[in-house]
């Protein structure tokens, strides 16, 4: 198993890295956490985990190890596969997902796209029991929000768009998205932060 990986970030695009190790240059399917701490031409650290399907050899990558324990034991549920692992962890951060599983919040799990109700209900009932306790059951999450990481002012429009778009949006509702949170990007151009207060708005539209 690879378990992380360091090296110059070559590239970066909207879900995606690409990691220079060593001369090879390794593309990471990223969290919206794990990429908002990555610069090209900077050196960069992700957690990975590998997944080996008989076609494929796709490398995922993670903020941190919590992120990576968390994407493992999403897919330990019937129909969650690694996108859709994935995809959870671009709307919620692992304690949001603890704390719905341990609650029973199955509207926070069908803002996730490609998570409908009775999805959501077959995720909470399969993972009931296996996962960690949240850090906090009252008031507002730690982690709920990641760390500001600031990204040039009018960059962040283009990722978030991008991002919705890979998530499963249409072009138009992603850009629709990105307007309705605008406003937010005043005081932080955080993409992650940008990102999951647009999958908010678009889950309530």
């Given at each position: ?7 110059r970030?070559?590239a970066r695009?909207a ?6 190790v060593g001369g090879?240059?390794?593309s ?8 908002s701490a990555?610069?090209?031409g ?6 990975t985990?590998?997944?080996v399907?008989?076609d ?5 990558g993670?903020c941190?190890d919590d992120?990576r324990?968390m994407?493992e ?7 969650v596969g690694?996108?859709l ?9 692992p ?10 919040d199955t ?7 490609g ?15 296996k ?12 982690g709920?929000?990641a ?11 283009g990722q ?9 949006w249409s072009?138009?509702?992603?850009e ?11 005081e932080t151009t955080?993409v992650?932060?940008?990102l999951?207060s647009?999958?908010r708005?678009?889950?309530r539209?």
């Amino acid at each position: 198993m690879i378990a992380f990986l360091t090296g110059r970030v070559a590239a970066r695009g909207a879900g995606s890295a690409v990691i220079d190790v060593g001369g090879v240059g390794m593309s990471v399917q990223c969290t919206p956490a794990a990429l908002s701490a990555l610069r090209v031409g900077e050196e960069g650290t992700v957690s990975t985990s590998l997944v080996v399907r008989e076609d494929s050899m796709t490398l995922f990558g993670f903020c941190d190890d919590d992120e990576r324990h968390m994407f493992e034991q999403l897919q330990t549920a019937s129909g969650v596969g690694p996108r859709l692992a994935l995809s959870m962890l671009a709307a919620h951060t692992p304690d949001g997902l603890r704390q719905a599983v341990a609650t029973e919040d199955t509207a926070a799990l069908t803002r996730v796209p490609g998570i409908g109700k009775k999805g959501a209900q077959r995720i909470v009932l399969e993972l009931r029991g296996k996962l960690e306790a949240p850090v906090a059951t009252d008031g507002a999450l730690p982690g709920t929000e990641a760390p500001e990481s600031p990204t040039p002012d009018g960059a962040w429009r283009g990722q978030v768009v991008s991002g919705l778009i890979n998530l499963g949006w249409s072009a138009k509702d992603a850009e629709q998205a990105a307007t309705a949170v605008a406003a937010e990007a005043e005081e932080t151009t955080d993409v992650t932060v940008l990102l999951r207060s647009a999958l908010r708005k678009l889950s309530r539209a």
